[in-house]
């Protein structure tokens, strides 16, 4: 029964926090409409989850948002070494296909959001049966690089996460 009143408790502690902040009061009316926010929302969108989500291996999950955060960095600076130099450009663009392993629904999402977040990669198309990635590179000398990089370092770290 709680479940289906509060089913997801920290969506619900983190809607209400978000209201406060973002409207810079602390009034009942506020509160009351925070409140009614934090219990509406969560219920009237929880069909829009995939599945529930078991995190395991907490190590992995802080190497891998490292390897991500590494990652971004240095295609930030060579996506601006473009921008800034277009004429020194060493590769073309292109798209890469990259057969997955990882199947579970969470996970293809964190890659999504880990593959849009890193400049100079674009998420292009999943196969319907989660295969096959299609993804969109600025700079492509050696697709088998970029493919064992995408298994190696988000991949497999994910599947251990999610799987």
């Not at 009351?32 to 934090?38: K, P, R, T």
């Not at 450009?89 to 593959?115: S, T, Y």
Request: with cysteine.
């Amino acid at each position: 029964m709680m479940k289906k009143l509060l089913p997801a408790p920290l969506v619900s502690v983190a809607l209400f926090v978000m209201w406060l902040l973002l409207n810079h009061s602390v009034s009942t009316g506020h509160m009351i409409l925070a409140l009614l926010a934090a219990l509406i929302l969560p219920v009237m969108f929880s069909e829009l989850r995939p599945q529930k989500v078991r995190v395991r291996h907490l190590g992995t999950v802080l190497r891998l948002c490292l390897a991500v955060m590494a990652d971004s960095t240095q295609s930030n600076i060579a996506v601006l070494r473009l921008l800034l130099q277009p004429s020194r450009r060493r590769h073309p663009p292109d798209f890469v296909k990259i057969p997955l392993e990882l199947r579970d629904p969470n996970g293809l999402a964190v890659l999504a959001m880990i593959v849009c977040i890193t400049p100079g990669t674009a998420w292009a198309e999943l196969s319907l049966d989660r295969s096959m990635l299609m993804l969109h590179v600025l700079e492509v000398d050696d697709p088998q690089h970029i493919i064992d990089q995408v298994k190696t370092r988000y991949e497999r770290p994910l599947m251990e996460i999610f799987e």
